[in-house]
């Protein structure tokens, strides 16, 4: 599975961007996905989750609830990430990753096989 990543910027605290995550290779609704992001000088943290392996499954780190939304486009093999209220602590490199783990551990990047190359999404306050 590859995965492209897209849709990163520059954006004011309060503002709106979509992440987009294109995968190629294998349908990914065989796969969990995911968000993470990874900013200067911190470990890379979990952001957002969605599954179709046993349902329709939706999980978020608590940072991120009520603001951020995932959702897949199975037809297209799309992942997305809409990402409203922003703060300047949302500032990072995000990436999308996929994999087959349980879906227990579905919030540790080991948990994911393949990842996406990073999109920079700056805040500014």
């Known amino acids: 599975v590859q995965l492209q990543a897209s849709g990163g910027g520059l954006v004011q605290a309060g503002g709106s961007l979509r992440l987009s995550c294109a995968a190629s290779?294998?349908?990914?609704?065989?796969?969990?996905m995911g968000w993470f992001r990874q900013a200067p000088g911190k470990e890379r943290e979990f952001v957002a989750a969605?599954?179709?392996?046993?349902?329709?499954?939706?999980y978020y780190s608590d940072f991120v609830k009520g603001r951020f939304t995932i959702s897949g486009d199975t037809a297209n093999n799309t992942m997305y990430l809409q990402m409203n209220s922003l703060k300047p602590e949302d500032t990072a490199v995000y990436y999308c990753?996929?994999?087959?783990?349980?879906?227990?551990?579905?919030?540790?990047?080991?948990?994911?096989?393949?990842w996406g190359q990073g999109t920079q999404v700056t805040v500014s306050s």
């Open positions: 969605i599954t179709w392996r046993s349902g329709s499954r939706l």
């Open positions: 290779g294998r349908t990914f609704s065989g796969y969990n």
């Open positions: 990753a996929a994999g087959g783990g349980i879906l227990g551990t579905l919030r540790a990047s080991t948990s994911y096989n393949y």
